[in-house]
C-alpha cells in the first residue's frame, strides 16, 4: 500500500478483490481498480453507486466546503452517463464543529443537491472524540436510469476520440493555494489570485451531465481524473478497456496558474490530482456536439488523441505509467507543517 492516497493496483489485486462479500447476479459492474463507480440492475433498471469519504476544509468556510465536498462524492456516479439522483451521507463530526457551522455547511450540501435534483434519503450524524477535519464521514451516491445510457467505464475502443477538459493539476493548483495562501510567499500575489480561482473549477458534476446528454450512447467512456492525476485516469481508461490511448499534450487545455504553482511547489502537474477534469471516448460522429455542448459551458476542452489497438498509454511519442503516488499529498502534508521540505 502507498504511504498516502489510493491503493495501487497490485495491493487491489491482492488484498480486496478476491474478497468481495457474497456473489450476486444483480450486481453488473463490481469494484474495479481505477474505476468510478459499480452497477446493480434492480428489475431491470440500472443503479450506478458510488462511495467517497466526505471532506470538510473549514478554511474555505462552510458554505462554500459544502458544495465542495458534495461535488466531489456526485462526480463518481455522474461519469456513469445516468445523472446523480439519490444521496446516503454519514458525518463523523470533530467535537468543535459548532451547530451554526453544521447549518451553514448542510444548507450549502442541501441547496447543491436540490439544484442538481438529488435527493438525500438515509444518513447518520454524530459528534465523536477522536475525530478531525477534513475526514469527517463518507457519503454513497446513486444515479438511477437506463442501463442503455449507461457510459461503462470500460468502454473505450479503437476509432474513439479522447477529450480532456481544463487539464492538469487544477484541483491541486486551487485547493492549495486557497488553504495555504502563506505558503506561497514568494508567488506573485497576481498569480496566486489566479490561481486561486483554479477552486472553483473542480466540479465535474455538470459538465459530465453535459457530454452523456450530448453525446448519448457515442459516448464510450469517462473519467474523473482525480488522484494520480491526468496520467492516472488515462491509464485507468486503457486499462480497464484493453486499448491504447494516444495523447498530444499540446491539444490539452492548461489553465492559468497551476504550471507556476507545481513548479512552485516542485511537484509534476501531470501526476497531481485534478478533480473536476474530464477525460472522456468518443465516438468520433458525436466529438463535435460535445465539444460545442462543453464550450457552451464556459468549460475549456480539447480533442488531446485517439484510442488505438494495443495497451496502456503513449504522450507525445512516449508511453506513460501510472503514477501510484499523487505527489499533491506530500506538498499538503508540507504545506501544513506536518512535513519537512
Not at 25 to 40: E, I, K, N, S, Y
Amino acid at each position: 500500500m502507498t504511504d498516502l492516497g489510493k491503493v495501487d493496483r497490485d495491493f487491489f489485486t491482492e488484498y480486496i478483490y478476491p474478497h468481495l462479500g457474497a456473489s450476486r447476479d444483480d450486481v453488473t459492474l463490481g469494484p474495479t481498480h481505477g474505476v468510478d463507480f459499480g452497477v446493480l440492475d434492480i428489475d431491470g433498471t440500472a443503479v450506478a453507486l458510488a462511495t467517497d469519504p466526505l471532506s470538510v476544509l473549514p478554511e474555505l468556510g462552510f458554505d462554500r466546503a459544502g458544495r465542495f465536498a458534495l461535488d466531489i462524492v456526485l462526480s463518481d456516479v455522474a461519469v456513469s452517463g445516468l445523472d446523480p439522483s439519490h444521496l446516503a451521507i454519514s458525518f463523523t463530526l470533530p467535537p468543535e464543529m459548532t451547530d451554526d457551522q453544521f447549518a451553514e455547511l448542510w444548507t450549502a450540501m442541501h441547496d447543491e443537491a436540490d439544484d442538481l435534483g438529488v435527493s438525500i434519503v438515509t444518513g447518520h450524524t454524530a459528534r465523536y472524540s477522536g475525530c478531525s477535519y477534513p475526514w469527517v464521514g463518507g457519503a454513497t451516491a446513486l444515479a438511477v436510469g437506463d442501463h442503455d445510457n449507461l457510459i461503462r467505464p470500460d468502454g473505450a475502443r479503437p476509432g474513439d476520440d479522447v477529450l480532456v477538459t481544463k487539464g492538469p493539476g487544477v484541483e491541486t493548483t486551487g485547493l492549495l493555494t486557497t488553504l495555504f495562501p502563506e505558503g506561497f510567499d514568494d508567488l506573485d500575489p497576481a498569480v496566486l489570485a489566479t490561481a486561486q480561482d483554479r477552486l472553483d473549477e473542480t466540479d465535474a458534476v455538470r459538465d459530465a451531465m453535459t457530454v452523456s446528454a450530448a453525446g448519448g450512447r457515442n459516448v464510450h467512456a469517462m473519467h474523473d481524473a482525480t488522484e494520480g492525476g491526468l496520467y492516472g485516469a488515462l491509464n485507468e481508461i486503457a486499462n480497464s478497456a484493453g486499448v491504447q490511448l494516444e495523447i498530444d499534450t499540446s491539444s490539452i487545455p492548461f489553465r492559468p496558474g497551476v504550471r507556476d504553482v507545481c513548479d512552485y511547489l516542485d511537484i509534476d502537474p501531470w501526476h497531481s490530482t485534478t478533480a473536476g477534469t474530464l477525460v472522456i471516448a468518443t465516438d468520433p460522429a458525436v466529438t463535435d456536439d460535445v465539444l460545442a455542448a462543453l464550450s457552451s459551458r464556459g468549460t475549456p476542452v480539447g480533442v488531446a488523441g485517439t484510442v488505438v489497438d494495443g495497451d496502456g498509454v503513449v504522450v507525445d511519442g512516449e508511453r506513460v505509467e501510472h503514477p501510484d503516488v499523487d505527489p499533491a499529498w506530500d506538498a499538503y502534508d508540507r504545506l501544513a507543517g506536518r512535513r519537512d521540505d
